[in-house]
């Protein structure tokens, strides 16, 4: 088992330096002048030219590299070329954002789509099990950013049950105020994850239901409550828990739109604004981080087979 989990670790150390290099290597060839945009439209050629030394622009692409790629091992990703505040501060001010409506977008999923697969799947071919399936397939045939438009439209506009657009930390507006400006956004965001999750919990549960060892429990008096617990919903959670993980991962690149859509200040915002104002080191932190925690789910996810089947143990 502490083979699997250093065997996992270590991977993740390739990953991030070829991500990092194609990162860097798509940002030096992508159109624009990271020192025309430091230096301001009014610059003159030769205060471009003085930027550029600065920046350490004018060295050969390799170099350029191993030196972000040094910085960046120790913590620094570089200073943003039109707040001239350092990267990992704008990331660390956007990032409890993102994570709170993904977080809660994440419970929303779980809630809804562990409920309805579970109740859906004990009851297969029952007319709860087609509005089940029913909702799973409209949840996955709707897009977040227009699910979005239609919540902003119906809840926030028309019957103002909730804020248009915005965020309010926790410290600043409490529980309530902080809920109620993400609940819609994370609505949006988290439909199709639950309904992944119903369609994966119910086909998990339908197949070890049928299984010669629930038979058994069911045959040996066990309450029914135990066997869904104990032996149904584990052995069942594999699928979901892959499931999870992927949509977990998809989900910061839909809070993207998200936070557009809602005018929320998250990492989404931050990359969007970037790109548009070519702040390449901002662009180059915010996919390393993204990457980060796309590896890290995946980590998680991977371990938490150890729980669910013991035979990973053994590898």
Same mark, same amino acid.
Do not use: C
């Given at each position: ?11 993740? *150390? ?155 930390? *926790? ?80 989900? *910061? ?18 990359? *969007? ?43």
């Amino acid at each position: 088992m502490t083979g699997l989990i250093a065997r996992r670790v270590a991977s993740i *150390i390739p990953v991030m330096l070829i991500v990092s290099f194609l990162t860097f290597s798509l940002t030096y060839l992508v159109p624009g002048d990271a020192a025309s945009v430091a230096a301001g439209e009014s610059a003159t050629p030769e205060q471009i030219e003085l930027v550029r030394q600065q920046l350490g622009l004018d060295r050969p692409f390799f170099v350029q590299y191993a030196s972000w790629l040094v910085q960046v091992v120790q913590g620094d990703l570089g200073t943003s070329l039109l707040s001239s505040r350092p990267v990992l501060a704008s990331l660390a001010d956007a990032l409890p954002v993102t994570l709170s409506l993904t977080v809660l977008a994440l419970l929303l999923a779980v809630v809804a789509g562990l409920t309805l697969g579970i109740i859906a799947g004990l009851r297969p071919g029952t007319a709860i099990d087609r509005l089940s399936t029913a909702v799973a397939t409209l949840g996955i045939s709707m897009p977040s950013f227009w699910l979005g438009l239609i919540l902003v439209s119906v809840f926030a506009v028309q019957l103002g049950l909730a804020p248009v657009a915005g965020y309010v930390p *926790i410290a600043e507006g409490g529980v309530v105020g902080w809920f109620q400006h993400l609940l819609l956004p994370a609505v949006a965001l988290g439909t199709v994850t639950a309904a992944e999750v119903t369609r994966q919990t119910r086909a998990g549960v339908v197949d070890v239901t049928e299984q010669d060892y629930i038979r058994t429990a069911v045959a040996k008096g066990l309450p029914r409550h135990l066997v869904v617990v104990k032996h149904t919903l584990k052995n069942a959670a594999i699928p979901v828990v892959t499931v999870f993980g992927l949509q977990a991962s998809a989900l *910061i690149g839909g809070a993207i739109v998200i936070e557009r859509i809602f005018a929320i200040p998250g990492l989404g915002t931050l990359a *969007i604004d970037s790109v548009i104002n070519q702040d390449f080191p901002v662009v180059q932190g915010f996919v390393l981080m993204i990457t980060l925690f796309v590896l890290l789910v995946s980590f998680l996810v991977d371990t938490s087979y150890l729980y669910f089947n013991p035979k990973v143990r053994q590898s």
